[in-house]
């Protein structure tokens, strides 16, 4: 009988054929057998340059052309190879100092082996799209090496080894493989070094005479070693933890994933995101379904090294230890101000001062036994997934040792700017440079033993307080993508640059499907200085009595086709985000500001919403069609305004304004009928001086009849097109919603309302929310109602976009519009939902094909989840950057201003001053000195001081303050500064 | 797939196989003695997908294939189960009771098997499938092998494939093939502790072994004693005194009694007490604890062969010729009927009747015995190469 088993010794070809063997488990869990035959050859190259074995086989393109080879024939030298020498890093150098190897003074020839590219993949895809766009940089020269697939360099896995091991014995067989390749090349070949930050995979690199270096031993042999040294987290020793005896651990262990598995499938545990308050860094809570509040999680023990943002399980803690949310501020910089970060370790968890600061929140609560006010409190058991990135922070002045000096490491402690980031643990050797300086700081890791996380510095911004360093630090903290356009996105612009224009012959192909609407008097409104038109409109009586209205938008999926470059990039952007002196687009200048923009005077190709309305604006009918427009007239909002008002100008064109401005209050009171929701934020406009952008004035915001006629056109484009595309695609439609907020999250507002002002918050609809609100009035205050505006929509949900498979029909509604659907159509140029919405409509309309990426759902919730974030990012970075301005203008200023109480704490309190936008707390020691002893009355809001300074404190109460600005010494951070003036 | 498969012998033949084979010692037609089996060629893991598979050929061309595949599965809770709530509380309390409740269900098993030619609800394929699960789920030792924790167990799925045509009765070779089938499986090895949701550890060849083998490095300890292997089924067949093991086609066709006797090896786990076990290891050297796990009679071709016609009841030889007076038929008649029912020498005839008790206990004896054939055909595959 003929064995039916693959025989290696008969077949010639048995060598090249490899199989690999490992169980997978699913999510589903499932547990299969997986085989895999690997087919080994010979034909992948080294890519070195020098090699001209290689070159023979080397991949060719269509035309039969090699492809080039990545590495250079004259790479760098060090100290130690002085003939050059090309890097070959394992996973972990890659995971543990990504940002070393984007350094552009050294890491250049770089071999990325596939074993290592898949491990990072796995382990965070954040740094393998760094590992993957440094692969795509010409200058680095990173070049993938398939090892697994040579023949020479593929190892099977051995019995007992783990996948680690396995992986790391296929670096260290390749790299050995590239120096006895390389060797033959020439003499004096370049050598081949491993990098590596395990100690294991050294020492064995170092029995098989491979040419390896820790990170840290290779970059003291670079010419300006010393200054990278910071960015390399020390070697890693497998079992350092477990020398530690058990008395020495700070935290509790986490559970092992199953047992948190197991939990989570039971209900016994509960996993979702872990948020710090933004008041309490000893406060976190957690959103799980299972419980209709969020859970609290208190103190450092139970918080158990979770950070703002981890994906984390906790466990819910029994019910005599529930509390109340605290009501005191407790900043982490003022309570463990005086930390020595060299010797921490085998201190008490729980620093003296935090103990106080938490026992009397313990008294309090012991001594109020109101068990209806006690939430559940639960514990962090376990993390499943870290959601650490770089943070932006500076050093913390008093954690510098004063007899720091030379080269030696020094421990310090990085004050991150986000205030629900713990402090940071950094050993670096220049403190005396970084002192005072913005920087950018990761976390590696958080032991059981370590009170604090343990991070590596990554690189500085610059001085504090200076423009550029603030402006990158609130970029990189809010993630914004603000590095220029690579070339392959510029590639993926018209040939013609700013000489584009519309076609003149109509047979061109761009005209196909077009209507020709350059006849209409259209014209477009936006704020002064705009640059990126999106919209513009018009209007035009018909025959028959009604009104033609049309709504105009720049057609910039014709620029921009699914799939390109320019594409992923503006899906990856999101949004343009605005600061105060600066944009970051979404889309090239060229298009955003030029070929898209509908300026005025020039031809251009939109997209028309365009409905028939009677006098009343209802609805008649309405078409949709790609068009060619040609704008009479770009107005600002003012300039509109003082058309319309100016009597004496009955042109065509002001007089369709007028129509408009019409229509769109019919509009708007139809809206309001239908329980819109006017919310408010505080919206300020920082003026600058116009040679040097230095800010002078701070204004809020004046609001124009001519602003909201926009609007309501806008949210009539929105919703038409929502429910054309919703009726066109059930399953995939970009649409945005916004969440009816629970009731709950309106108790604590209402029940001050009712306190305090003997008001009556409804909340059972938003129509009713409506009514409430516009009854909720101070006769003597009118800034009143803005304030509880702002109050209440900080209580709701924020809009999302999602795709409309995931939710059902009624989870659609707008509660903020009151609207059924909605989605976003109007502003392509800068936001991203926009532009699939664009296409989903030109396929809706069959002006094209449905490309498979506005139809795959998979891809469309990965690309909502994704602007979510970004917009909500966007709308944070330019909220910061306007606080930013607000304390340069005012800076070396003092000026009064009034001020309302929007929160209270039993140690301080909150303060929105509406001119300037700005809240800030006020501190009982800020009061006067020393801090006066206070009362607090959770029952009335009322917190009542006595002793060095007498004064009573109650929620909405007007104040009046001392706006100056500070800087913060600890922090370096300047900002608003407010003392309590006197109260009215 | 019925032993009763038709056989090309007429009844002359039948007789001449007949008295040779109740012979002592007795001449087999393919000169096998009687306790021998036919030569074989064995191997396994020939499917790589499987968590273990065997295939064994038979000199005569049969040949089959067995492949073994497992998945987790939830156990349903029973009564007997405590319900999940009420532990939540226990702790480590658990960890030492778990050995208790080691439980299986004969449900965590599917073996299907397929016979060229027939349908799988053909009565031969289900009695086929019948026995083989018989013989594996007898002494409820097996399914506990299969036990991960209270809430998961293994599901083993067991395809059995003859892939030659059934030349001859198919159930030694699949009950052999499926014997190295299991002794070749492994199931990912644990990592979750207690009654987690399972964890495994994706290094295969971490694996262990279903049926771990002593003296193996990596194989760990499961439930049962390690020196547990899955249970044989050995057809065996009476011929007048003969016992004749591993019956060709032919032989069958003329088998008075047909057994299919399963046999599993002692685990020893029922004997708890050291001093027993003293013995057991004792006796075990060099030999297997055996142990009788079923017992089935097969209904033997024999039964449904034309019988031979002895010459005086055969006109064709003139019996009749003469006979002409009344008297002389009736003798003839009477002749007949004593035809019918004695044997006459060299002249086949069915047998009838069910086996004789003693006959089957001389055929289990002969089985069970030391050094006999179970524990022949149990060396035999000891040699085969498992991985």
Known sequence: ?984 | MASSQHVLLSPAELAYLHASLSLTPPIRPDGRSPTQFRPLVAETGILPGTNGSARICFADGTEAIVGVKAEVERTRTRHDFPSLDDEGAEDDDDLDNQHDVVKGDNDWVEMTVEIPGYRDDDAGTVFLSAMLSEALLADGEFTKRLWINRRFHWKLYLDILLISPPLSYPLPLLSLTTHLALLATRLPRLKSEGDEDPLFDDDWAAAPYLYTRPGKKGSKKTVAAPTARPPVTLLVMAVGNNIIFDPSKEELAVADVALAVSVGEHTGSTSSKPTEMDIDTEETKGHHNLRLLSVRTIDPPSRLTPPGIPNASNSAYGANAGAKDTEKKKQQQEQARTTESEAVEGVWKAPRGGAKTLVMAALVQKVLEKGGVADEVLDALDGVDLN
């Open chain 1, 1 to 984: 009988m003929a064995s039916l088993k693959r025989s290696f010794e008969s077949d010639p070809f048995a060598q090249n054929i490899s199989s690999k063997v490992y169980v997978r488990s699913t999510k589903s869990g499932k547990v299969q057998k997986i085989v895999r035959e690997v087919y080994l050859r010979q034909d992948i190259p080294c890519s070195s340059k020098l090699c001209n074995s290689c070159l023979k086989i080397a991949p060719r393109d269509a035309a039969n052309r090699p492809i080039p080879f990545v590495l250079s024939e004259k790479p760098a030298g060090t100290s130690v190879f002085t003939q050059g020498h090309y890097i070959v890093p394992d996973t972990n150098a890659f995971l543990s100092a990504m940002d070393l190897f984007e350094q552009s003074s050294a890491f250049y020839d770089v071999v990325v082996l596939q074993v290592v590219l898949e491990e990072v993949r796995a382990r965070s895809l954040p740094l393998y799209n760094r590992l993957i766009s440094l692969t795509k940089s010409e200058d680095k020269r990173f070049y993938v090496f398939f090892n697994e697939f040579r023949l020479e360099t593929y190892v099977t896995r051995e019995e007992g080894e783990s996948v680690n091991d396995r992986n790391d014995r296929a670096v260290r067989k390749a790299v050995k493989w590239y120096n006895e390749h390389l060797s033959k090349t020439s003499k004096k070949a370049p050598a081949v070094v491993m990098l590596s930050n395990d100690r294991d995979n050294l020492r064995k690199a170092k029995e098989d005479d491979i040419p390896a270096y820790s990170l840290a031993d290779y970059v003291r042999q670079l010419k300006d070693g010393d200054q990278l040294l910071d960015m390399i987290p020390e070697v890693e020793e497998r079992d350092a933890l477990i020398e530690k005896k058990p008395g020495q651990f700070l935290y509790p262990e986490y559970y092992t994933l199953s047992k948190m598995n197991t939990g989570v499938k039971n209900g016994l545990l509960h996993q979702g995101i872990f948020n710090v308050s933004p008041y309490n860094y000893l406060e976190g809570s957690i959103r799980v379904p299972a419980f209709p509040k969020a859970l609290l999680i208190l103190g450092r023990e139970n918080i158990n090294r979770a950070v703002d943002g981890d994906l984390v399980v906790v466990e819910v803690l029994p019910k005599d230890q529930w509390k109340e949310p605290s009501t005191k501020v407790i900043e982490e910089e003022t309570v463990t101000k005086n930390e020595n970060p060299d010797t921490e370790e085998g201190s008490d968890l729980i620093s003296e001062k935090e103990r106080k600061a938490l026992q009397e929140e313990a008294k309090r609560t012991l001594a109020k036994t109101t068990e209806g006010h006690a939430l559940p409190t639960a514990k962090v058991v376990g993390i499943i997934k870290r959601n650490w990135r770089q943070y932006v922070g500076h050093i913390d002045q008093s954690s510098v040792s004063s007899s720091g000096q030379g080269r030696k490491q020094d421990s310090v402690f990085v004050i991150p700017m986000d205030k629900k980031i713990p402090k940071i643990r950094l050993r670096t050797r220049q403190v005396a440079e970084l002192l005072g300086k913005r920087i950018l700081v990761t976390i590696d890791a958080w032991d059981r033993t370590s009170r604090h996380p343990t991070g590596h510095f990554v690189r500085s911004l610059g001085e504090l307080e200076t423009k550029a360093a603030e402006t990158e630090a609130l970029l990189l903290e809010y993630d914004v993508q603000y590095r220029p356009f690579p070339k392959t996105v510029l590639d993926c612009l018209p040939k013609e640059g700013h000489d584009w224009k519309v076609p003149a012959s109509m047979d061109d192909p761009g005209w196909r499907d077009r209507q020709d609407l350059r006849d209409l008097l259209i014209c477009s409104i936006d704020p002064i200085g705009c640059q990126d038109i999106d919209d513009a409109l018009h209007a035009r009586a018909l025959p028959n009595g009604n009104f033609e209205v049309g709504v105009h938008i720049a057609d910039v999926s014709h620029f921009v086709k699914p799939n390109n470059a320019m594409d992923t990039e503006a899906s990856i952007r999101g949004t343009t985000v605005y600061l105060v002196d600066k944009r970051i687009d979404m889309l090239p200048m060229l298009l955003g500001t030029d070929l898209c923009s509908l300026k005025p005077y020039v031809e251009r190709y939109a997209f028309s919403v365009i409905w028939e309305m009677n006098s009343n604006a209802d609805i008649v009918g309405s078409r949709f069609t790609k068009s060619v427009i040609k704008s009479r007239e770009a107005f600002s909002y003012e300039q509109a305004q003082l058309r319309i008002d100016d009597a004496s100008q009955q042109d065509e064109l002001t007089n369709s304004i007028r129509t408009l401005l019409e229509l769109s209050k019919k509009l708007k009171q139809k809206r309001l009928d239908a329980g819109a929701l006017s919310l408010s934020s505080p919206e300020i406009k920082v003026h600058m001086e116009s040679e040097t952008s230095d800010p002078i004035d701070v204004k809020t915001k004046e609001h124009l009849p001519t602003m909201s006629l926009v609007e309501e056109f806008m949210l009539l484009a929105n919703t038409s097109v929502a429910a054309k595309i919703y009726e066109a695609f059930p399953q995939t439609a970009i649409l945005r919603r916004h969440a009816a907020p629970p009731k709950t999250n309106f108790d604590e507002l209402a029940n001050q309302l009712r306190v305090k002002k003997g008001l009556d918050l409804s909340v059972e609809s938003s129509r009713a929310l409506a009514d409430s609100l516009d009854l909720c009035v101070d006769p003597k205050e009118p800034f009143f109602n803005t304030l509880i505006r702002i109050m209440a929509t900080r209580c709701m949900m924020s809009a999302e976009y999602f795709c409309s498979g995931t939710q059902s029909y009624p989870e659609f509604r707008h509660y903020g519009l009151a609207s059924e659907i909605y989605t976003h159509f109007t502003s392509p140029i800068r936001r991203y939902a926009d532009l699939m919405a664009h296409r989903q409509l030109a396929a809706a309309i069959e002006y094209e094909a449905v490309h498979p990426a506005v139809r795959s759902r998979g891809r469309l919730e990965a690309v909502c989840k994704n602007i979510n974030v970004r917009h909500r990012n966007a709308q944070l970075a330019g909220r910061a950057s306007i606080a930013y301005y607000v304390g340069q203008a005012l800076r070396g200023k003092a000026t009064e201003e009034d001020g309302f109480v929007m929160k209270i704490f039993s140690n301080g309190f909150v303060v929105l001053v509406p001119r300037f936008g700005i809240e800030s707390l006020i501190r009982l020691r800020d009061l006067a000195e020393p801090e006066p002893a206070a009362t607090y009355d959770a029952e009335t809001y009322t917190l009542t001081t006595s002793g060095s300074r007498e004064v009573k404190v109650e929620l909405f109460q007007k104040v009046r303050v001392r706006v100056t600005d500070q800087k913060d010494e600890t922090t370096g951070k300047r900002g608003v500064k407010m003392e309590l003036v006197s109260t009215y």
